[in-house]
């Protein structure tokens, strides 16, 4: 910047020469586009959050629903849906299972949701759920008494399963 300098009657005034103004414009310019970039790996990573904190919550409503009735149905657990219908196809947690087709369908609340034998998948739903059971747990002798459970949470639910990001969510359930 230039300052003003005073020579008899004339006086210049302070201002900035054009490369100054050029060079600030281009700084400018440079740190906007680093900010914009970085709103697209932003967006992902609150969606993908969202989609991780939902699974969390649809896990724990299927055990919650599985560890209140296995005292009193350890052979035949129904799921209550979120609209009061009960699951028609029973879980029996005294064997073991392990589907190819989701058991329940999850929406963007949490809600669960029975699948139909005439669609297998879950379209128009957030996340498949997948129920496995193992009845071999360590340190129970009775396989009767006590089950490895692993939900599957998967997304997108109407993506093929090689295009679905998924978490395993494990837990004993026992009758006592």
Request: proline letters at 7%; hydrophobic letters at 40%.
């Amino acid at each position: 910047m230039k300052r003003a300098t005073v020579s008899g009657q004339r006086a210049r005034t302070r201002s900035f020469s054009l490369l100054e103004v050029v060079i600030a414009l281009g700084v400018i310019s440079v740190g906007i586009v680093g900010i914009l970039a970085v709103f697209p790996t932003a967006l992902q990573t609150g969606h993908a959050a969202q989609d991780e904190t939902r699974a969390a919550h649809i896990a724990q409503s299927v055990f919650g629903s599985l560890v209140a009735q296995a005292p009193s149905q350890f052979s035949n657990v129904r799921f209550l849906l979120s609209d009061g219908v009960t699951l028609s196809p029973s879980i029996n947690l005294t064997a073991s299972s392990s589907p190819t087709t989701p058991s329940l369908c999850g929406d963007n609340d949490g809600k669960l949701v029975q699948t139909s034998p005439e669609i297998p998948y879950c379209p128009g739903y957030s996340h498949a759920i997948y129920i496995y059971t193992n009845n071999t747990v360590p340190g129970f002798t009775d396989p009767a008494s006590a089950n490895q459970v692993t939900v599957r949470v998967a997304w997108p639910a109407s993506a093929p399963a090689a295009n679905q990001t998924f978490r395993d969510y494990v837990r004993i359930v026992s009758k006592y």
